[in-house]
Every structure is written in structure tokens, then in C-alpha cells.
């Protein structure tokens, strides 16, 4: 049996290496993943970002606390899953308690292990979410889900491979305080104990499509890129990492990045050797062909690149806008990163976040698919509104880095010239980046705010922080145009306020640290009562500012000023560029706008009822108005011969 499933493997490599990814599949495409070295940003620290684009993941967090473990223990691998609950059980902070696990909507059960592997005495803490975010010694990571060449099983599903990427950070965020120690170590368990898809359940060009993986891997001295995806036997795994240059920026959307490479070079490449054996053995390279390029390789070209390649070209162009890169390149055509032009800061990370490709030719908000009131998004291809598949993978809308089905997103920090407690923080968003609040919270947190821990996709929850988010998202959508300029001020205002009091509280903390009476533990309860208290108050003021955008906006009105003696709707209608191609006009034309428009008239009819009339010109107003004058005269003088004729005028 086994002998077969590797017979079948092998066919599917030789396959799906010439073959494109149809677009059938593309949107259940992810995650974007953004990393900047240490002379790339405008402090000195390490940027790296992550935007967990997904309809379906529980969007729960929780802190994991650092744990001590008896000499030759076992710690336990779990399968991978997105959807609620992602884990239940002990090993992952109480967000994920059994306890806590809601089930009066299905009888969960504790999730149960894939295997085990040796444990260490001694786990750092971090906090989790979809992956590892942070730990407690500043190591940080992004994902993004790409295209590859094998794909793998877990034992629950018959297949021989261990780890997932989630799983595989959650480790690495165990057991390491640096960024080059993580990839090493994500790449030797998956190499050991074989690695598998985030979807093993798909047909074959869904699983091609998902079946590598990037990380983005930083500290606060370095940033590394990593790839990952099965090897050909569904056993091991074939990686590669590169380390990012201190002045440059990388970003990873949904198909790797890594190029050329030399695993001789230590300080800058890292990966398993098995990378250059499998390329030979599928006649994917040859040695006289020069360094292997991972990217061409090992990467399934697809068959609309744009999806991927517009992120780059955004990421890029924004931060070195002289290098005048074509936005309509292939993927392969962009490098794997570039310097920036200009230092980057983390508030400007976040801008990047939120970008829908404002200001370009791409603009989202612009044109007829953005509807009357110029909304970016642009929902996944599906039947329920009655277009089938096959119509709607015959097209193609443009992905931007904000979208809607965002999970959450985060920018992480990590500083070098800080103690770890102070130094690694990470801004942290529900739903949409266009539509949250991004608070920080530290690597080194000692609490978990409540209202990150509870709730689910299955119903609305007042207790879940991300359902705050999710409304004014949604309500935003509705009137964009008008409603989101409220939403940015109101952004603005919160996260200039955070940056502020965040300022102070780290100077605090630092001098704290500098005194012998206070310790590490101290400062990172200071620290964690302090972002918790954010996040309650600015998840707080999200609710209401819910129900102040539902009062203002509404039913195709903007109730402009709420505080007049008496309330005056401005009537929002439609873009005459809209209404012309709806066919609001006989003529789908547009007609001037100096041109006085029709008005609408009551007439007083002689019964004494009030007809409305639309549009009467001059002479026709002139005629009826003559007709009741008339009309009137003829009623006076039948009624004045009924009593005895006419009087003579004087």
C-alpha cells in the first residue's frame, strides 16, 4: 500500500510540474506577509506583518504561558484546523480550555494528537492565534499560503507526515529567542517527521495550489524568509530560507519568493538538501544550469499571476517608487526584495495594510464594480447569486492587501536596544485592516484580554471583541464612500492617542527595569494590564461608534447634524456615472449639469384635492390654470341667473 501511495505521489509531482493552476481555485487564496530589515524601518527595529485572510478561522487568540517540563517528556503535535474551535485542550492557554470551548453548538471533544515528539525542560510563552505570533524573546512570524509541487497526508488521513506550518511555529515559538534558531528548527522537525499541507481534503489542484508554505521570520537583529512544502515521499520536506538584507523589504502573497540560491552561503541561505536531489531526479534543474532557482523550481505557475504579483508590485512601488517596476510583470519577474528609499515606519506598515490600491490605476473604489458608493471589495467567486463557475472563472477581479475576509492582521516589533519584556510588541487588528483599530500588546504579556478569547463565526457574541469589527466593516460597505472618511478620522484619533500613552508607558518600563527592586515579571504585568486596558476601551468605543455610524448613515440618508433642533437628511441618491450605466436615463447618457432638472407641482383641483403633476412646461401650467379660471366663471354666472340674471356694472 505504501508502495502505491508513493508510485501515485511521484505521478502527481511529474504532472502538476508543467502544469498552470487553474483559476477556479484562486480564491481560496490567503494570507500577505511584509518584513523589513533593521536599516529599512525609522528606528532601527525589525518590521514583519501578517494578514490572516480567511472566511472561516476561528478568530479567537490566546496567550500560551511559558511552561517547565520533567526530563524526557513527550510534547504532543495537533492536526491542523481553521475553523472553530482550532484546538481543544490544555497545552494552549485557556482561550482554548475544554471548559471554554462553546458546546451547545456541537459536542466537541479534546482535540486528540497526530504524534509526538521529545520534549524540552522549558517552553517559552507566546501568543497564538491562526500561528505563533510572538514569544516572549521577540521572535515574530507572518504566513502566507503558496503553490507547490507535492503535496502530503497526516496520519489521521492515512499519509506518514507530522507537522503542518501552524504546528511548526507554535514549536519554534516554544523553544527559540532567535529567528535564524526557528528556521532551523522548523526546518529539520518537518524534515524528520515529514510535513503536510494547511488542506489535505481538496482535489488534486486545490491541494497543489496550498501545498507550500512561507513564513516570515524575524528578531530584533534579523529577517528570514522561509519556504516550505512536502517532499516526494509525503514522509520529509523540502525547505529553503533567505535571510533579508538589513536595508530591504520582502514581501511574501501567495507564492514563493526565494530565487537563486546557494546553501553554501550560511549567513544568508539556509535549507534541506534534498531540494537540489529532487530537482535533478525531475529534470527541474541540471548543475551546468547555474544556482537553482527555488521560486521556478518549485512553484506551479498560475494561470491568473496578477493575484500575487499586483501585491508585490504594490509593496514595492510604495516604498521605491524610482525603481518604476511594472505593475503587470509575473510573479517570477519581481525580486525577491528591494531597498527602501525612505525608513519605514510601523504606523506606515499599517497604512500598507490597509491599502485597496488607492490612487492607482487599480483603485478599487473606482469604477462600476465598485458600485455607487465606490466599495473595494470584491467577494469570493461562489454560485449563490446565480452565476455559475464556469461564468465566474472566466474572469477576475483585482486583489488588494486589505480584504475583507480578513481574520486578523498584526505588525510585530522587535527592538534590540530594549530588554525582550519592553522590546517585542505587536499592533494587533480584528477583520479587515481597512476596518480595525490596531492596539499593541507585547511578546512578554502576563494577560489576555477577555474579549479576545471567546466567541466564534457561529453566532453574533456582544463578549467577542472581533464582532465590534465585523459590523462596522460590513455597515462601511454599504455606503463607503461616505462612511469610511468617519471610520479613518476615528482610526486616527484612537491610534495617535495609543502611540502617545504607549511612548510613556515603555519609558516607564525601562526605568522600572533599571532599578534592582523591580523585576521582568513586574514590567510585564505593567505592560499587559496596560494593552489590555486599550484594546477593552478601544473595543468598546467600536461598539458605539457602531451605533453612531447605523444613526448617521441609514436608508440612503446622511443625518448630518445630530445635534440641530430639527434633523435635516441629506439624500445620498446615485454617481451619474452609475445611474448612466444602470440606464437611469432613456439614452444612457449623462445629461448636462447646468441643465435645470424637471420639478414636481401640486394643482389644486376644483373639488378641492391636490393632484401632483411632474414636469408641466410654462404653457401647459398657463392652459390649466386658464382652464380652472374659466371653469369657475361659468359656475358664478350659472349661479347668479338662477337668481334672476345679470346686475349691471356701474
Not at 509531482?13 to 494570507?31: G, Q, R, T, W
Not at 485597496?356 to 478599487?364: A, M
Not at 486583489?399 to 534590540?416: E, K, W
Not at 533599571?514 to 494590564?529: F, Q, R, T
Request: charge should be negative; proline fraction near 6%; charged fraction near 25%.
Amino acid at each position: 500500500m505504501r508502495l502505491v501511495l508513493l508510485v501515485c505521489v511521484l505521478a502527481l509531482a511529474a504532472v502538476v510540474s508543467s502544469e498552470v493552476i487553474p483559476p477556479d481555485v484562486a480564491s481560496i487564496d490567503a494570507c500577505t506577509s511584509i518584513l523589513l530589515g533593521t536599516k529599512a524601518t525609522d528606528d532601527g527595529s525589525v518590521l514583519n506583518s501578517h494578514t490572516s485572510d480567511c472566511a472561516q478561522c476561528d478568530f479567537r487568540s490566546s496567550l500560551v504561558p511559558a511552561k517547565d517540563h520533567p526530563k524526557g517528556s513527550v510534547r504532543k503535535v495537533y492536526p491542523f484546523r481553521l475553523s472553530y474551535p482550532r484546538y481543544v485542550g490544555y497545552d494552549r492557554g485557556d482561550a482554548y480550555f475544554p471548559e471554554n470551548t462553546d458546546t451547545t453548538i456541537y459536542p466537541w471533544k479534546e482535540t486528540e494528537a497526530l504524534g509526538t515528539i521529545p520534549q524540552v525542560e522549558h517552553t517559552y510563552s507566546y501568543v497564538d492565534a491562526v500561528y505563533g505570533i510572538m514569544n516572549e524573546k521577540q521572535l515574530a512570524m507572518g504566513e502566507s499560503t503558496c503553490s507547490g509541487k507535492f503535496f502530503a497526508y497526516p496520519p489521521s488521513a492515512g499519509g506518514k507526515a507530522l507537522f503542518d506550518v501552524a504546528e511548526l511555529s507554535r514549536v519554534a515559538m516554544e523553544r527559540c529567542a532567535t529567528s535564524r534558531c526557528a528556521v532551523e528548527l522548523m526546518g529539520e522537525l518537518a524534515e524528520k517527521y515529514g510535513y503536510y499541507q494547511c488542506d489535505w481534503t481538496a482535489d488534486n489542484a486545490t491541494l497543489v495550489l496550498q501545498a507550500g508554505e512561507a513564513l516570515t521570520v524575524s528578531d530584533p537583529k534579523e529577517a528570514w524568509m522561509f519556504h516550505i512544502q512536502p517532499d516526494d515521499t509525503g514522509a520529509s520536506a523540502i525547505w529553503v530560507a533567505q535571510r533579508v538584507p538589513d536595508n530591504h523589504i520582502a514581501v511574501v502573497a501567495n507564492d514563493f519568493t526565494i530565487q537563486e540560491i546557494d546553501l553554501d552561503n550560511k549567513k544568508e541561505f539556509l535549507g534541506s538538501k534534498n531540494l537540489y536531489d529532487i530537482a535533478k531526479r525531475y529534470g527541474w534543474w541540471k548543475p551546468e544550469d547555474g544556482k537553482l532557482n527555488f521560486q521556478r523550481v518549485y512553484s506551479t505557475r498560475r494561470a491568473r499571476p496578477e493575484y500575487v504579483s499586483r501585491r508585490m508590485w504594490r509593496v514595492y512601488d510604495w516604498v521605491a517608487p524610482s525603481l518604476k517596476l511594472r505593475s503587470d510583470l509575473d510573479t517570477y519577474d519581481y525580486p525577491f526584495s528591494v531597498p527602501v528609499e525612505r525608513p519605514i515606519s510601523s504606523k506606515e506598515l499599517i497604512r500598507i495594510l490597509r491599502d485597496h490600491y488607492e490612487g492607482t490605476e487599480y483603485d478599487l473604489t473606482k469604477g462600476l464594480a465598485a458600485g455607487p458608493y465606490g466599495t473595494p471589495n470584491r467577494f469570493d467567486l461562489g454560485t449563490g447569486a446565480g452565476t455559475t463557475m464556469a461564468q465566474a472563472t472566466a474572469g477576475g477581479f483585482e486583489r488588494a492587501i486589505s480584504l475583507f475576509r480578513t481574520t486578523h492582521s498584526y505588525v510585530q516589533v522587535s527592538r534590540d536596544w530594549m530588554p525582550d519584556v519592553v522590546g517585542g510588541v505587536f499592533y494587533f487588528g480584528h477583520y479587515a485592516p481597512s476596518d480595525s483599530v490596531f492596539t499593541p500588546f507585547y511578546g512578554s504579556a502576563t494577560q489576555w484580554p477577555e474579549s479576545y478569547k471567546v466567541g466564534s463565526l457561529y453566532k453574533f457574541d456582544r463578549d467577542a471583541a472581533w464582532w465590534a469589527y465585523c459590523l462596522v466593516g460590513n455597515w462601511a460597505d454599504k455606503f463607503y464612500r461616505f462612511i469610511h472618511p468617519d471610520i479613518e478620522a476615528k482610526q486616527q484619533e484612537l491610534e495617535d492617542k495609543i502611540f502617545a500613552s504607549q511612548r510613556a508607558v515603555e519609558a516607564k518600563a525601562v526605568a522600572m527595569l533599571k532599578k534592582d527592586k523591580h523585576d521582568e515579571e513586574e514590567v510585564a504585568d505593567m505592560l499587559s494590564s496596560f494593552a489590555n486596558g486599550v484594546a477593552d476601551e478601544v473595543t468598546d468605543t467600536w461598539w458605539k461608534f457602531f451605533e453612531v455610524l447605523v444613526t448617521k448613515f441609514h436608508d440612503g440618508y446622511i443625518m448630518a447634524d445630530l445635534k440641530a433642533e430639527t434633523l435635516n437628511p441629506v439624500k445620498l441618491f446615485y454617481p451619474p456615472e452609475w445611474l448612466a450605466a444602470v440606464g437611469f436615463w432613456p439614452d444612457n447618457k449623462i445629461p448636462p449639469a447646468d441643465v435645470a432638472a424637471p420639478t414636481q407641482h401640486n394643482v389644486l383641483l376644483p373639488n378641492g384635492s391636490i393632484a401632483e403633476a411632474a414636469g408641466f412646461s410654462s404653457f401647459f401650467r398657463y392652459f390649466l390654470t386658464l382652464s380652472v379660471g374659466v371653469f369657475a366663471g361659468l359656475a358664478i354666472a350659472r349661479f347668479r341667473s338662477k337668481r334672476g340674471g345679470y346686475e349691471e356694472l356701474p
